[in-house]
């Protein structure tokens, strides 16, 4: 199985990269700039021997080519939209996973949603209905990603208008061994989306005696 990461070189695209390419899985890293995905590539590869040939860099267009489904996208939130817009025509037949939260610009600690309501209802206007959009991985810190001797300390909240699509998003999700749930259609994003800002707002209070939170899902002690 392979899956593409646009904006495989930014710190969250980088940690899922390692983490899918421990798995088994081939990793192909979109950037508009090639030559800085090949080298991310590379310093990836030489960073952990033992996955063998699992990663290549490419532009983006290559990189949603080569793959055969799974399109993650992972760039900064003032280039979701004109990323989606360049990478339309090739995005037939592929399930794109929608990672993006619209931190405001001056304050991360705050969401600007779009008028659509969340970051995946705007990849979903764009791009059309007959391309699923499925919003996940929004809460997961790029800290806890990148450090590999930390197991991934949250679950993770899938949402998206096909539910189909769903399903073989929590299914590949399964690979970086944390638990998934199917939490709605696309609008529930605008809940998802917008827990990250919260997060981000405890990790850097000094009064909070920890750093990385994630969201975990508890089942109650009794039935």
Not at 88 to 95: A, E, M, T
Not at 159 to 169: A, F
Not at 196 to 210: A, W
Request: hydrophobic share 40%; glycine share 8%; charged share 20%.
């Amino acid at each position: 199985m392979s899956i593409a990461i646009i904006g495989g070189t930014g710190p969250q695209g980088q940690g899922l990269a390692k983490r899918f390419a421990m798995a088994g899985l081939e990793v192909i890293i979109g950037s508009r700039n090639e030559e800085n995905a090949i080298k991310v590539a590379n310093e990836i590869s030489n960073e952990l021997p033992s996955i063998g040939n699992k990663i290549f860099g490419c532009g983006n267009k290559e990189a949603v080519e080569r793959s055969r489904e799974f399109i993650i996208l992972s760039v900064p939130w003032s280039a979701h939209n004109a990323t989606l817009n360049e990478l339309k025509s090739s995005l037939s037949d592929k399930i794109l996973i929608d990672i993006v939260v619209p931190l405001s610009e001056k304050d991360p600690k705050k969401v600007d949603m779009p008028p659509e309501g969340s970051a995946t209802e705007a990849a979903q206007v764009i791009l059309g209905e007959n391309i699923p959009v499925i919003g996940a991985l929004h809460n997961v810190s790029a800290g806890v990603l990148n450090n590999l001797e930390w197991e991934i300390n949250c679950d993770i909240l899938v949402c998206g208008n096909s539910l189909e699509s769903r399903m073989k998003v929590i299914d590949l999700l399964g690979n970086l061994k944390v638990k998934a749930y199917n939490v709605g259609d696309a609008q529930s994003a605008r809940c998802v989306e917008a827990l990250t800002p919260i997060l981000i707002r405890l990790n850097i209070s000094k009064k909070v005696p920890f750093k990385h939170a994630g969201i975990k899902i508890w089942a109650p002690e009794h039935n």
